[in-house]
């Protein structure tokens, strides 16, 4: 299809999957997604054979249900997980901040010129508040090797910002 057929297509059909994907959804953002996918489906379609007015009107309704529907089970995964996993703020254990008093800017200049195993370690647990059982999971390193690695580049930055 050219940019105009394209273009046509959509102009022709766009309210209709919207409004179908809104229907579903009840969320503005949502829908829109879905319409478009739904249009990239079409466009990409394998097999080229040309379908009818009333069977394209049928192939994008369908995929724009289905689509709508994987929207609404995603949602609910979503949720689900976020409510099992909930953890409330004051059970978080927060990281200790050896670093008090320092600016931000001395801090971060003095951490990128740590080697690269302490300048990872640091930044995970003190930047983005990560714990070191997440940190062995992205890392593939025990634990204690990472309390380790910490410490010993928690002391590097130390003795860097003392000079």
């Known amino acids: 299809m050219t940019r105009q057929e394209i273009t046509a297509f959509y102009q022709q059909h766009h309210r209709r999957v919207y409004n179908t994907a809104w229907r579903i959804l009840r969320n503005s953002d949502d829908a829109e997604e879905v319409m478009q996918d739904t249009f990239i489906k079409y466009i990409g379609r394998k097999d080229g054979t040309p379908l009818t ?3 394209t009107a049928a192939w994008l309704s369908r995929t724009c249900i289905r689509a709508s529907i994987d929207r609404l089970r995603e949602r609910k995964r ?3 997980f976020l409510e099992l996993y909930a ?3 004051s ?3 927060q990281p200790e901040v050896p670093l008090e008093g320092w600016e931000v800017s001395t801090v971060l200049k003095a951490l990128e010129q740590l080697e690269e195993p302490y300048r990872l370690v640091l930044n995970l ?3 983005e508040g990560l714990d070191y059982e997440e940190i ?3 890392t593939g390193k025990k634990e204690t090797t990472l309390r380790s690695i910490y410490s010993r580049g ?5 003795k860097r910002l003392g000079k």
Do not use: C, G, N, Y
Request: aromatic content about 4%; charged content about 40%; cysteine-free.
């Open 154 to 158: 928690r002391a590097q930055l130390i």
């Open 125 to 127: 647990v003190l930047l």
């Open 53 to 55: 007015e009333e069977q």
């Open 87 to 89: 953890v409330d703020e």
């Open 136 to 138: 062995s999971a992205f």
């Open 78 to 80: 979503r949720a689900d």
């Open 91 to 93: 059970e978080v254990e």
